[in-house]
């Protein structure tokens, strides 16, 4: 069984920083994947970035590709997903999801869910 945990969203102005952190229960959290998504109201959920823990590698969306981070954090347990550059349009409810071994970009993929951490970005 695994659980997540997303902390860190909050109001910030365009241009700023923030960084969202995934605290994840696992027994074995080398073979997860983890996933960063995004909902607003009335779309479906939006891929961000994945990190395969085991291998390091990474993937993002296009929107978000230069601007934000997915990494290991400094927790022996946690993901981070650092944001830089920040627009309004990034404002969603952000989601931490796990999967097993490798790197999905559909949410129905993804097998376990944080509870999701709002992020509002005001012009």
């Known amino acids: 069984q695994v659980q997540l945990v997303e902390s860190g969203g909050g109001l910030v102005q365009a241009g700023d920083s923030l960084t969202l952190s995934c605290t994840i229960s696992?027994?074995?959290?080398?073979?997860?994947?983890m996933g960063w998504f995004r909902q607003i109201p009335g779309k479906d959920r939006e891929f961000v970035a994945g990190?395969?823990?085991?291998?390091?590698?990474?993937a993002y969306a296009d929107s978000v590709s230069g601007r934000f981070t997915i990494s290991r954090g400094n927790a022996e347990n946690m993901a981070q997903l650092q944001m830089h550059s920040l627009k309004p349009a990034d404002t969603a409810v952000y989601y931490c999801?796990?999967?097993?071994?490798?790197?999905?970009?559909?949410?129905?993929?993804?097998?376990?869910w944080g509870q999701g951490a709002q992020v509002t970005v005001s012009s």
């Open positions: 990190l395969a823990w085991s291998e390091g590698s990474t």
């Open positions: 999801a796990a999967r097993y071994l490798t790197i999905a970009y559909k949410s129905a993929d993804y097998l376990y």
């Open positions: 696992a027994r074995t959290v080398s073979q997860l994947a």
